[in-house]
């Protein structure tokens, strides 16, 4: 059973414009969420992250959001950027669990087109 | 800046060999983990451990084992080989609840 679920495997935008990335769980001990973006034959890197107890964190061109009641988070990316493109994986965790191990989404394959 | 470094970018093994993938850490994290990524299914947790010696199984640890005797160096130990354990395999330590990550290593098993 999926506990992090993206909806959408892949997503097309113009350069310029915003993308929306969204993030569903199902797990209520989570408390802490975090975005990665991975390019082909590397490793993922931490982009973003936000605690449960915000709705909200920004950081550049990036802010995600949080939904608690409704198990549901998003990145914006503002404005879309050619280097974007890439595939974002969604993870969560909780914090006070030994190893804090990250659940990790299936991921979303961004094309942002010049 | 953090640095995982995991031994090998590519690998072709055959099928009952015995795979042994290691993966180092220079930032004294108690937290390390390794990871599958396949197509659509994200990355999925094999082991993890959070302190030398200690190991947990993570959500498909079946057919691997793990080997933690120093705090730097986690391995991930394929026993026999097999062609469904093709993947790219993906090391990572962590601090405070965010994972750092290898380059990753591209294992092929034929």
């Known amino acids: 059973d999926q506990q992090v679920k993206q909806n959408s495997p892949s997503l097309s935008v113009q350069e310029g414009r915003i993308s929306i990335l969204n993030c569903d769980y199902t797990?209520?001990?989570?408390?802490?969420f975090l975005w990665y973006k991975k390019y082909p034959a590397e490793g993922p890197t931490f982009l973003i992250s936000?605690?449960?107890?915000?709705d909200k964190n920004e950081d550049g061109r990036f802010t995600v959001f949080l939904n608690k009641s409704a198990k549901h988070l998003s990145l914006h990316i503002v404005p879309s950027q050619p280097g974007d493109s890439a595939v974002y994986f969604c993870?969560?965790?909780?914090?006070?669990?030994?190893?804090?191990?990250?659940?990790f989404g299936g991921g979303t394959r961004v094309l942002v087109k010049p | 800046d953090v640095k995982v470094t995991q031994s090998s970018r590519y690998l072709v093994k055959r099928t009952g060999e015995k795979v042994f993938l290691e993966c180092v850490q220079d930032?004294?994290?108690?937290?390390m983990f390794w990871y599958r990524q396949d197509p659509g299914l994200g990355l999925r947790l094999i082991y993890f451990?959070?302190?030398?010696?200690?190991?947990e199984k993570g959500d498909i640890p079946e057919g691997y084992s793990v080997s933690r005797e120093k705090k730097e160096r986690f391995s991930l130990i394929l026993e026999s080989a097999s062609t469904n354990q093709t993947s790219m395999y993906l090391c990572?330590?962590?601090?405070?609840?965010?994972?750092?990550f290898g380059q990753g290593t591209r294992l092929t098993v034929v």
């Open positions: 993870a969560a965790s909780s914090i006070k669990a030994a190893g804090n191990k990250l659940t």
């Open positions: 451990s959070y302190d030398v010696k200690m190991k």
């Open positions: 990572a330590s962590s601090l405070q609840g965010r994972a750092f």
């Open positions: 930032m004294d994290h108690e937290n």
């Open positions: 936000i605690s449960s107890i915000k």
């Open positions: 797990n209520s001990m989570f408390d802490y």
